[in-house]
């Protein structure tokens, strides 16, 4: 089964192609538009991932060199967008910490959670203005990342 090879770069480089012009279209969360901040899902997302892949390894240590990794990442995801939500939205209240996953996650589990938020931020990136596409674009390529490590 062949996959595609999304690299960080290759993300990026085709970011670059989108034209300045989505930035007025109404595209992209955050300013005058009666939609939530399509980060806040995001974000809520990288909480959940973190928390999963922490689950994880407290189930199993022997993924502790593979998964922790994720967890700081995810959980610097979550800084990072949750500061970029603050900067649209300074009253916007802190959000809570992600609940404890059910069960006993794995390897699995968290790869197919990291898949999918990678997706979800690729094509959130493609709404966003200018200003918030970089991080969003990285949020995306790093999650995509780790899903092809974790295969």
């Known amino acids: 089964m062949a996959r595609a090879a999304w690299s960080r770069r290759r993300v990026l480089a085709g970011l670059l192609f989108l034209p300045p ?3 007025g279209c109404g595209l992209g ?4 538009s009666d939609e939530p901040d399509p980060l ?3 974000a809520d997302a990288a909480r959940a991932d973190a928390a999963l892949a922490a689950a994880a390894v407290a189930a199993d ?3 502790a060199d593979a998964l922790q990794p994720l967890v700081d990442a995810r959980t610097e995801h ?3 967008l949750e500061a970029e939500i ?11 910490p992600a609940p404890p996953p059910p069960g006993r996650p794995g390897r699995a589990e968290v790869q197919q ?5 990678g997706r979800a931020a690729g ?7 200018p200003e918030r596409v970089g991080l969003v674009a990285s949020v995306a390529a790093c999650c995509n990342a780790y899903a092809e490590v974790l295969a």
């Open 86 to 96: 603050a900067r649209l939205d300074p009253d916007r209240p802190s959000p809570a």
């Open 61 to 63: 240590r022997r993924l």
């Open 78 to 80: 979550a800084a990072a």
């Open 21 to 23: 012009a989505l930035a």
């Open 40 to 42: 806040i899902a995001l």
């Open 113 to 117: 959670a990291v898949l999918a938020s």
């Open 123 to 129: 094509e959130v990136a493609l709404t966003l203005p």
């Open 29 to 32: 969360g955050g300013s005058g």
